[in-house]
């Protein structure tokens, strides 16, 4: 009992430590520590346990490098040892449904789905497990907005799309906690309990002074937030970061590469 009660107290520390490292030293992560970071990974639960997906470990840095793009530019990719690509895969679950001369169910939007929430809770077994080794992490939405370039990159068959990624390293910064929003905003008990538009606002009210507090205090964000004359933290989110034109382009890219993988069938 006390072992587990020791062992819970330093998970949750440990857990709620977590922040996202952007900047790496160049120490290689032994292969022996990213099997054991892996292997703990794909414990996770798993639809059906079908474990729909797949990881692609990139370390080579040409490879790294050509991936650089597609990941806007963000340079954690080149410079932390390790990129995880975490990709919703029905490939191998259907050929072996083929060579088991079982009938085919998942070309469709719905087995995507489950294929990529398998991809995301195993990703944050990998995230957790790679924190608990003292390594420092950080996700990469670009994967998905940018499936498609990613997935010829990595030379992916039909029926597999990336999903999410994750950089891995020796952390070379140890930023401060970021903000969430109140425990209160994120848990219903039994119904789902709407705020009025005072109590929403109230909280969003520490999110928006930390958030805007910290883009105030970069003088590269502070310039993006004047020249895009916006005045507050909503409207830094969709008139700076998240766009209807971006959205747009993103899902349009994402329904044609489900397409081509075979994940939407013709209606
Ligand atoms: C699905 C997902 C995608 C993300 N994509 C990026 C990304 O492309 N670049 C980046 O710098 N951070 C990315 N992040 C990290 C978030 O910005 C970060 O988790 C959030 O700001 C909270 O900060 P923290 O992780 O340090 O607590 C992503 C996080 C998630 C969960």
């Excluded at 490098?65 to 080149?78: C, E, I, N, S, Y």
Aim: with cysteine.
């Amino acid at each position: 009992m006390d072992a587990t009660a020791d062992f819970a107290a330093v998970f949750h520390t440990r857990a709620r430590h977590h922040r996202s490292i952007r900047r790496y030293r160049p120490d290689p992560v032994p292969e022996y520590v990213l099997r054991r970071v892996l292997e703990t990974g794909i414990r996770a639960s798993s639809a059906g346990n079908m474990q729909a997906y797949s990881i692609v470990v990139t370390r080579e840095p040409a490879r790294r490098q050509d991936l650089l793009a597609p990941h806007f530019g963000q340079r954690m990719v080149v410079e932390a040892p390790v990129l995880l690509t975490f990709c919703s895969d029905f490939h191998r679950m259907r050929r072996w449904v083929a060579l088991s001369e079982a009938p085919d169910s998942f070309g469709d939007a719905f087995a995507f789905l489950v294929g990529a929430i398998d991809a995301v809770i195993v990703a944050q077994n990998v995230a957790l497990a790679a924190e608990a080794e003292g390594y420092g992490i950080c996700y990469l939405g670009t994967t998905l907005a940018s499936c498609r370039d990613i997935g010829r990159l990595l030379g992916l068959p039909r029926n597999v799309v990336p999903v999410t990624g994750l950089v891995m390293g020796v952390p070379d910064e140890e930023p401060p906690l970021r903000d969430r929003l109140p425990y209160e905003a994120l848990v219903h008990h039994e119904t789902y309990d709407d705020p009025d538009d005072d109590a929403l606002l109230a909280l969003y009210r520490e999110r928006e002074q930390a958030g805007w507090a910290r883009y105030l205090a970069d003088p590269e964000l502070r310039r993006t937030v004047e020249a895009a004359g916006v005045r507050n933290l909503a409207q830094l989110y969709t008139t700076v970061k998240y766009t209807r034109e971006l959205h747009r382009r993103v899902t349009g890219a994402l329904l044609d590469y489900l397409r081509e993988q075979d994940f939407l069938p013709e209606p």
